[in-house]
């Protein structure tokens, strides 16, 4: 069993900056691909940013320039550095890792950007 365990979420005000860390522990069974979805309220889970194998990082839209996703392999760590937050980035964030095994998914964190 993988477990996926998500930090860094809190209230922040706009135009400043948070970082989420994914912390991976149990089981893994070679990482095809790592990374980062929120959900906003009355709204469904969306794509952020994620990383798979030794490819470029992907990046919705709307994030492109703001956020960057990085990870380290020796702590089985995945970071989102979010910057310039806006009020729109306000919902839960989840971390999410495929392995040749299943998808698993954290528990959430929620950022709340906000005046």
């Known amino acids: 069993q993988v477990q996926l365990v998500e930090s860094g979420g809190g209230l922040v005000q706009p135009g400043g900056s948070l970082r989420l860390s994914c912390a991976a522990s149990?089981?893994?069974?070679?990482?095809?691909?790592v990374g980062w979805y929120c959900q906003a309220p009355g709204k469904q889970r969306e794509l952020v940013a994620t990383?798979?194998?030794?490819?470029?990082?992907n990046y919705a839209r709307s994030v492109k320039g703001r956020f960057t996703i990085s990870r380290d392999n020796a702590k089985n760590t995945v970071y989102l550095q979010m910057n310039s937050l806006k009020p729109e980035d306000t919902a839960v964030y989840y971390c999410?890792?495929?392995?040749?095994?299943?998808?698993?998914w954290g528990q959430g964190t929620q950022v709340t950007v906000s005046s």
């Open positions: 990383i798979t194998g030794g490819a470029n990082p």
């Open positions: 999410r890792l495929q392995d040749r095994r299943s998808t698993y």
């Open positions: 149990g089981a893994i069974l070679s990482i095809i691909n």
